[in-house]
C-alpha cells in the first residue's frame, strides 16, 4: 500500500522567514501530486497539483512544490511567509491508471504550520 | 457556485446504532469521494462514486458503505457503530474523478458515545 510522510509535523516561523515542508510518497508507479491547505475554520482546498511536465509547479498565494522522481519527494516552498500563512498543510498522492482514471487520495499527517508576526 | 454541502454538520450517535450522511457535490461534478479524518489516523479514504457506481474503494470494514444518485447526490452509511467510528467525515467532489484536483465539503463531525 502506497504511504505519505511528511516530515514535520509541527513548525513555527517568524513573518519574512522561508518555508519548506518535506513530503515523500513510498508508491513507485505514476502519480499524482498534490498539496492541500486547511486555513483555520475553513475547509481543505488544493494549494498546488503535479500531474506531469516541469517538475516545479507554482500554485496560489505564492506556493510551489518540486517533484523530484528519484527521490520520491514532493516539497513544498515558500520564500517569505505571511501571518496568514498560519494553516495545516496536506501533502496528498493517488496512483494514476494506465487506463485513465486514479485511485483515491492518500494524504500524508499533515503539517500544523504556525506564523508568528 | 455552491460548493460541496454535506449534511448534517454534527452528529451523535451511541454504539450499536447506524448513521446516514448526505452530500452535494458542485454542480456539474460527477465523482463523489468519502473521507475519514481522525487524530490518529488522519485522512484516509473511503470510496469514490461516479455515476452512480462505486469506482474506487479503502480499505475500510464492510459496515462503511455509500450510494450515488442520479444527481450526483451521494450518501454514505455506516452500521452498527463503534466507538473508533467517532471522526470528521469528509466528501470531496471533482468533475470525472481522482486523477483531478477533489474540492472538499466542511463535513461532517461524528461523535460515538
Known amino acids: 500500500a502506497q504511504s505519505v510522510s511528511q516530515h514535520n509535523h509541527h513548525v513555527i516561523l517568524s513573518e519574512a522567514a522561508s518555508l519548506e515542508l518535506g513530503c515523500n510518497y513510498s508508491?513507485?508507479?505514476?502519480?499524482?501530486l498534490f498539496w492541500y491547505v486547511q486555513y483555520p475554520g475553513q475547509h481543505l482546498q488544493l494549494l498546488l497539483k503535479?500531474?506531469?511536465?516541469?517538475?516545479l509547479v507554482k500554485g496560489i498565494k505564492g506556493f510551489e512544490a518540486e517533484f523530484i522522481k528519484s527521490k520520491f519527494s514532493f516539497n513544498l516552498r515558500k520564500p517569505s511567509v505571511q501571518w496568514s500563512d498560519t494553516a495545516e498543510y496536506f501533502c496528498?498522492?493517488?496512483?494514476?491508471?494506465?487506463?485513465?482514471?486514479?485511485?483515491?487520495?492518500?494524504f500524508g499527517k499533515g503539517t500544523h504550520l504556525i506564523i508568528q508576526p | 457556485k455552491a460548493g460541496v454541502t454535506q449534511t448534517p454538520r454534527y452528529l451523535i450517535k451511541t454504539r450499536g446504532q447506524q448513521v446516514t450522511l448526505s452530500c452535494s457535490p458542485i454542480?456539474?461534478?460527477?465523482?463523489v469521494s468519502w473521507y475519514q479524518q481522525t487524530p490518529g489516523q488522519g485522512l484516509q479514504f473511503l470510496f469514490e462514486y461516479f455515476s452512480e457506481t462505486q469506482r474506487n474503494k479503502g480499505n475500510f470494514p464492510g459496515r462503511f458503505s455509500g450510494r450515488q444518485f442520479s444527481n450526483s447526490r451521494s450518501e454514505m452509511n455506516v452500521s452498527t457503530l463503534e466507538l473508533g467510528d467517532s471522526a470528521l467525515y469528509l466528501c470531496?467532489?471533482?468533475?470525472?474523478?481522482?486523477?483531478?484536483?477533489?474540492?472538499f465539503g466542511d463535513g461532517t463531525r461524528l461523535s460515538i458515545l
Open positions: 496528498a498522492v493517488n496512483r494514476r491508471y494506465s487506463g485513465g482514471g486514479a485511485d483515491g487520495l492518500t
Open positions: 508508491y513507485g508507479g505514476t502519480v499524482n
Open positions: 454542480s456539474g461534478h460527477r465523482s
Open positions: 503535479y500531474f506531469s511536465g516541469d517538475p
Open positions: 470531496a467532489s471533482s468533475v470525472t474523478g481522482a486523477e483531478q484536483p477533489q474540492h
